[in-house]
């Protein structure tokens, strides 16, 4: 861990950030209206099970004949809507318990122990574990099993972050002043970590698409009627070779959100890539 | 994804300043005694939460005419948890997983399927090394170059997509409009696999995000290395780059990379579930998947047992990278 400061990031940084971002957001823009374009209803079959493009369905059908574009048009919306909640609910977790890591050493090393723990676990295997332990809850236990497993590494990241401004002058004056350790942490530590902050939320975000997607191909989450862009190729693919749009729409819509956020999380921490760093600390 | 994940065993170890007062042959039996006690802290962990979330092996199982009250008796639940975590565990050494919901052996259960599972992410592990190594070596031969550049946006879209999407990508280009290869998985009488081409996708699926995440590990490590006075020593002394990059900044990079690799691991037997599913490969997924719906406790800690055993003995490796290479001076 070097003691300086990590550089503030640059404007072309950002601005790069902002375009390689530009992707998801109207990918997001687009499923929140996605309802209102939708040509079809989500729910009844407009043409063949597995039709070709072509006529009223302009992607084909799905397995059950139901109209593909409207239901990606359909499906987007609640898997965008776990990934956005899991990585505010890892990220403010994490910068809560991390700043104050940095101040209380044993506070530091039981997260090395729980992340110790943690890494013996597939993180698939415990959404499996925790998704399946709440019958019935769907989308909101994929979340919660998400959240638990996910803020431990954060954390530790965002610890390891506000450790070099632990020691520094500003900090060493406030505990001369007698501040509490929640100002300290809060009011002093805090404020310097925005980029920090900032990327995780991209990596977080990326590992929430990635969780929920996976978690729904796996249909913990959503259940069969509903569209929902990972459970849509899953029941799909028996029918690739008919129609392989009912397939790679979704998987394309997945991949352009995912990639296109992590590319912009890249550009913004790229003259200190956070993930790596924290791997050699 | 995996980013995270790959933070963990990182840890500086913990335990180092008293590990370095033993004497050298006793430290990785020191380390294996560390891992071996967090693995089981992790068994008991999903043994009790499993046991705690509501609905058990009756309820999911019971036959017709079979009260739950019965069911339960006869599987033994109906004893307080800790005499059954304490039977669980005192079988363990001698390979005894305990008894499946329907009766069967869980050792038997998984006997076939396991190392179907270790067969494919040990495959994609040891394409990951091979990949990450090369493409990371040469990205920072050049840094900034055409290579380095090409290779960090690629690595940095790998990471982010999901097993299954690079499955379906593969599937389309290499099997349905090439023809090169079998969409899926055929098994003999004994549940083997039949043809190794029926391999190549599902390992591809898993390794492609492992490389992108690999790569830029070893290429981060190097980086780090690359700015440490021993190599601008070797450099000022005339010697070649790549004798430099092999002989001097890579052995230094090592225990990093190991421990990026050992994190690999958990996330490869996490992915295969997946990747199995899709292609119908006999693994651990399939059992896995049968396994949840029924609420079959054994199974599934059997199942985290040996995942978890898997990835203790690669995070043991990459400790006893780290312990060489760091030498007296841990």
């Known amino acids: ?5 990590p550089p503030t990031h640059r404007r072309s940084d950002l601005r790069r950030a902002l375009v390689l971002a530009a992707p998801a957001v109207l990918l997001g823009l687009l499923t929140l209206c996605g309802p209102l374009l939708a040509p079809e209803a989500e729910g009844t079959p407009v043409t063949a099970p597995y039709a070709e493009p072509g006529g009223g369905a302009p992607l084909g059908g799905d397995l059950l004949g139901r109209d593909v574009l409207s239901r990606v048009l359909h499906g987007g919306g609640p898997l965008i809507g776990s990934a956005l909640v899991i990585a505010l609910a890892v990220t403010l977790l994490a910068t809560l318990i991390g700043c104050l890591a940095a101040l209380r050493p044993g506070l530091g090393r039981a997260i090395e122990r729980t992340t110790d723990f943690a890494i013996l676990l597939p993180p698939l295997l415990g959404v499996m574990l925790l998704a399946l332990a709440w019958p019935g809850g769907g989308r909101a236990a994929v979340v919660a099993a998400a959240v638990v497993l996910g803020t431990p590494y954060a954390t530790r990241i965002v610890a390891g972050a506000a450790a070099p401004f632990a020691t520094t002058g500003f900090v060493e004056s406030a505990i001369a002043n007698g501040e509490g350790i929640l100002h300290l942490a809060f009011r002093e530590i805090l404020p310097n970590l925005r980029s920090t902050v900032i990327a995780l939320f991209g990596l977080r975000f990326v590992e929430g698409v990635y969780i929920a ?7 913990l989450g959503p259940q069969p009627p509903a569209a ?11 029918g690739i070779l008919l129609n392989p749009w009912a397939v790679i729409a979704p998987s394309i819509a997945i991949s352009v959100l995912a990639v296109s956020v992590n590319l912009a999380t890249a550009a913004l921490a790229r003259n200190r890539p956070l993930s790596e760093r924290t791997v050699t600390a | 994804m995996s980013e995270t994940a790959a933070d ?15 004497t050298r042959p006793l430290r990785p039996l020191a380390l294996l005694l560390r891992r071996a006690a967090i693995l089981l802290l992790l068994l008991v962990a999903v043994f009790l ?21 019965e069911r339960r008796r006869l599987l033994g639940l109906d004893q307080p948890v800790w005499q059954r975590l304490w039977e669980w565990l005192s079988g363990l050494p001698h390979g005894d997983l305990g008894t499946s919901a329907r009766g069967e052996p869980v050792t038997d259960l998984l006997a076939t399927p396991f190392p179907n599972t270790l067969l494919l992410s040990g495959l994609a592990l040891a394409l990951t090394v091979a990949v990450a190594l090369v493409l990371g070596c040469r990205a920072a031969l050049r840094r900034g170059g055409p290579f380095d550049r090409v290779v960090s946006l690629t690595s940095t879209m790998a990471i982010a997509l999901p097993e299954f999407v690079i499955s379906v990508g593969l599937l389309l280009t290499l099997s349905l409009w090439t023809g090169w290869l079998p969409a899926t998985t055929m ?30 590990i070893v290429r981060a490590a190097l980086a780090d290395q690359a700015a440490l006075p021993h190599v601008a020593a070797a450099h000022l ?4 780059p790549t004798r430099v990059l092999l002989r001097h900044t890579l052995p230094g990079a090592l225990p990093t990379i190991a421990t990026g690799l050992a994190t690999s691991t958990g996330m490869l037997l996490g992915g295969a579930v997946v990747v199995e599913s899709l292609f119908n490969y006999p ?8 396994a949840i719906a029924n609420r079959d406790t054994p199974v599934i800690v059997g199942a985290a047992a040996c995942t978890g055993a898997a990835v203790t003995l690669v995070i043991l490796l990459a400790d006893l990278t780290r312990a060489r290479a760091v030498g007296g001076r841990s």
Not at chain 2, 8 to 22: D, H, I, K, M, V
């Open chain 1, 1 to 5: 861990m070097t003691a300086t400061p």
């Open chain 1, 213 to 219: 997607s996976m978690a729904g191909f796996l249909q």
């Open chain 1, 228 to 238: 929902d862009w990972a459970l849509m190729v899953k029941e799909n693919a028996p």
């Open chain 2, 8 to 22: 963990t065993a990182s840890a500086p170890l913990p335990s180092g300043p008293r590990l370095s007062t033993l």
């Open chain 2, 49 to 69: 939460a499993v046991d705690l979330l509501p609905g058990d092996a009756a309820t999911a199982t019971g036959e017709r005419g079979e009260s739950v009250e």
């Open chain 2, 187 to 216: 098994t003999g009488a004994d549940g083997s696999i039949t043809s190794w081409s029926m391999l190549v996708m599902p390992v591809l699926a898993l390794a492609i995000p492992q490389i992108g995440w690999n790569t830029r």
């Open chain 2, 237 to 240: 002394d005339g010697l070649a």
């Open chain 2, 283 to 290: 693994g651990v997924g399939t059992v896995l998947s049968g």
